[in-house]
């Protein structure tokens, strides 16, 4: 059975939670708090020495990190990953932007929105990260007014990298009124056998 080291707001772990549901594969859960320096402690630092989750420990032991790295992993073999070498190559490049373009934008906004900021640091960069994060909502508006989903017609790890962030947005004040294609979206992947709410362990 797989392990999963996540913190439960966090939409990177959520992703993984998604994956694992999706395909039906068992797990055990094992919270750490990040805000309370849980993940720096010498015991985690040896199972993953970034002391970042998620963190995903295989059967044998093995420890893998990095959420998209993750989807990988359980995609393979799976419907949610193409054997197509482009459509695979093109899931990699929505697994890039999410985490060049989306994530550190939408996804850290809304972390300090929630977690009691911003700080007077923070403010200075807030309006530069609602840009760029509405920037990266207008690249999968255009893509979804054009596909069911981001790859096609079919449901991939893609779409769960992307939906993890996208639909807690508005946790930052991000506004999605304007992003029609990505709305509807939202709900196609809510559809999806398997899912869970970013609150829910199962």
Known sequence: M??????????????????LNRLNLPYKYIEKNILADETKTE??????????IPLLQLENGECLAESNAILMYLAEGSPLLPTDR??????????????????????????????????DAQTAQLASKMDAGYAALAVMETQLQQTEFLVGTSFT??????????????E????????????????????QPGYTLITDIK
């Open 43 to 52: 015991k985690f630092l040896r199972l993953n020495s970034s002391g970042r």
């Open 86 to 119: 482009l459509e695979k190559a093109r899931v990699l490049q929505w697994l890039f932007f999410e985490q060049y373009s989306h994530e550190p934008n939408i996804a850290v906004v809304r972390f300090w929105m929630t977690h009691g900021g911003p700080t």
């Open 172 to 191: 930052g004040g991000f506004d999605l009124s304007d992003f029609p294609a990505v709305s509807e979206w939202l709900f196609r992947v809510q559809a």
């Open 2 to 19: 797989y392990t999963l080291y996540d913190f439960l707001p966090s939409g990177n772990g959520y992703k993984v939670r998604l994956i």
């Open 157 to 170: 790890v893609a779409d769960i990298a992307l939906y993890a962030y996208t639909h807690v947005a508005h």
